[in-house]
T-cell receptor
């Protein structure tokens, strides 16, 4: 079953913050986050393993709540380059095989 | 440079014809995957392969077939049995258990059935 992402779309002005959520009905082993710009291949952002850790680089970070079976992606002080569709991919099988992706969140950052 | 090469980038097919999409990687990855992307649907897994000569069905395998005769190659055939084949197809690979296990994607193949 696909994880549920919310919101489906969000529009920001440059410098604003956003949160994208990813919820699963299954127990999670790991959560991947990817960003895809229009007409391009998805690009890996980060992976979170079960244990409730939080990761980040630059102004993009993510958390993983194993008990709630959900992950959140935090984008702070958004830049124009952050525009794109964000996908979470979940793995429930204890390895990095077979990711099941959500439907995506379209993020638009305007000047 | 290491990466994943998909071809062709654009493909037009008449109804009733089979078509094969190519995917080659030189990253020495063990696992390879085929995803289908439709507007608003995200990425849905068609087939995946963890090792040479072995592959498993994903969530939407009906009407598709694959082979994995070489580690670096994982072609996808869209058969005439696939009822709605017009879509964007993405090939990916990774080495699970190595580093982050991140997926590396090709640039995609856009198939249009006329």
């Amino acid at each position: 079953q696909q994880p549920v992402q919310s919101p489906q779309a969000v529009i920001l002005r440059e410098g604003e913050d956003a949160v994208i959520n990813c919820s699963s009905s299954k127990a999670l082993y790991s959560v991947h986050w990817y960003r895809q710009k229009h007409g391009e291949a998805p690009v890996f952002l980060m992976i979170l393993l079960k244990g409730g850790e939080q990761k980040g680089h630059d102004k993009i970070s993510a958390s993983f709540n194993e008990k709630k079976q959900q992950s959140s992606l935090y984008l702070t002080a958004s830049q124009l380059s952050y525009s794109g569709t964000y996908f979470c991919g979940i793995n429930s099988g204890g390895s990095n095989y077979k990711l099941t992706f959500g439907k995506g969140t379209l993020l638009t950052v305007n000047p | 440079d290491g990466g994943i090469t998909q071809s062709p980038k654009y493909l037009f097919r008449k109804e009733g014809q089979n078509v094969t999409l190519s995917c080659e990687q030189n990253l020495n990855h063990d696992a390879m995957y085929w995803y289908r992307q439709d507007p608003g649907q995200g990425l849905r897994l068609i087939y995946y392969s963890q090792i040479v000569n072995d592959f498993q069905k994903g969530d939407i395998a009906e009407g598709y077939s694959v082979s994995r005769e070489k580690k670096e190659s994982f072609p996808l055939t869209v058969t005439s049995a696939q009822k709605n084949p017009t879509a964007f197809y993405l090939c990916a690979s990774n080495s699970p258990g190595v580093g982050t296990g991140e997926l590396f994607f090709g640039e995609g193949s856009r198939l249009t059935v006329l």
